[in-house]
């Protein structure tokens, strides 16, 4: 497939009126005009898994990192079958890919898959931008600056949201040959994170709404519960299974699935104003004092103070963020479970966290 080397003329819009030049690139959008709740992210490789990324629903994602495309794409490092984000905003995307891996370049996976793009975007501006005031609505495209301004101001984000519900999957299915068998909540699940999983271990992944009773009638050895998109406050059914599976059966959760557990705990959870989203978060392990560097995406967190201490649903705060506080993981006292908000099995990297799913076995294996 080849791409025009004149670019039609786009502009980037955000909700509070900011205005940025760029040029369209990957699907068409419809009308002129793409939508979405606007946060950036500061990788510098793995653009391809972090647009595949199912948690990145109702979002557009604009990358620090100014040369993007630059290795194509590759089937092998999708994170789902599709992209779930609305949009994708860069400095420079660049035309020619060159990789042994490749199989395609980044525009045509965009193109395939329907989403769009706008690149030429001074990205540090808009990263300070956003920094400063918040994640909020924007709308891209070639229709005109008092439209697209419209668009994004019209953008309802995703608080108060149930984004879960349209990337879970439909039935069950199985992964793995291992000796041990997992039940995965797929609230927005990632191929990497399944890949990690049953590396020793069967696994069934069930949709998100899949009841407690008949995931125990599976007779797992362990529950896991995802990473997904949206505001966590919306997701009372899935805090309420997750409640009834708490004393039953170890539980482990990543992301969105750490957020859950800590509400069926009784805590609360909160938007951060522009979110976590990067591959070099430094997070204290509390315990050994270690410094990991962690994968991250998430919007929400859990407030420190509203964790439980006391009483059957206690908890020890395991891990903390040493760039703003955030709850990075914690465990139950009383019960086998545990979470983390980053991601250990983050591909392409990094990889100082790994260890828990090492963790989570244990965990199993000591009931």
């Given amino acids: 497939m080849s791409f025009p080397t004149d ?16 040029e369209a690139f990957g699907a068409t959008a419809p009308g002129g005009v793409a939508t979405g709740e606007l946060v950036f992210n500061t990788v510098l490789s793995g653009y391809q898994e972090v647009i595949t990324d199912p948690s990145y629903a109702g979002q557009m994602i604009a990358f620090t990192y100014p040369h993007i495309g630059n290795y194509g794409t590759t089937a092998a490092d999708d994170e789902a079958a599709r992209p779930w984000c609305r949009g994708v905003v860069v400095r420079d995307l660049v035309a020619r890919p060159s990789n042994w891996r490749a199989t395609g370049s980044l525009e045509e996976m965009l193109v395939r898959h329907g989403v769009p793009g706008i690149t030429g975007i001074d990205t540090r501006r808009l990263t300070r931008h956003i920094r400063d005031d918040g994640a909020m609505g924007c709308a891209f495209g070639t229709a ?16 108060g949201r149930d984004l879960v519900s349209e990337v879970t999957t439909a039935a069950p299915y199985r992964r793995g040959t ?18 990690s999983l049953e590396a020793d271990a069967r696994v069934t992944v069930v949709p998100a709404t899949f009841a407690a009773d ?17 505001d966590p406050a919306a997701l009372t059914t899935q805090v309420g299974i997750i409640a009834d599976l708490l004393g039953r059966v170890p539980v482990f959760g990543i992301c969105l699935g750490h957020q859950l557990l800590a509400s069926a705990l009784g805590a609360r959870t909160f938007k951060l104003p522009f979110g976590h989203h990067g591959g070099n978060h430094p997070v204290k392990h509390m315990a050994s004092g270690h410094v990991e560097i962690t994968s991250q995406n998430h919007s929400y967190a859990v407030e420190a103070d509203s964790l439980p201490t006391t009483g059957p649903d206690a908890t020890e705060l395991t891990h903390v963020n040493l760039n703003d506080g955030v709850v990075e993981g914690f465990r139950c006292t009383s019960v086998a479970a545990f979470s983390v908000q980053y991601h250990p ?9 790994r260890y828990l799913f090492a963790d989570f076995h244990a965990l199993m294996a000591s009931r």
Avoid: C, W
């Fill in 7 to 22: 670019r039609p003329p786009a502009l980037l819009v955000l909700a509070d009126g900011e205005v940025f030049e760029g």
């Fill in 144 to 159: 005109s600056q008092e439209t697209l301004h419209a668009a994004a101001a019209a953008d309802p984000g995703t608080t």
């Fill in 178 to 195: 291992g000796p041990r068998h997992i039940v995965a909540y797929d609230f927005g699940v990632k191929e990497t994170m399944l890949r």
């Fill in 214 to 230: 008949d995931a125990l009638a599976l007779a797992p050895d362990g529950v896991f519960l995802s990473n997904g998109p949206g």
């Fill in 345 to 353: 099995e983050a591909g392409p990297g990094p990889h100082d966290a």
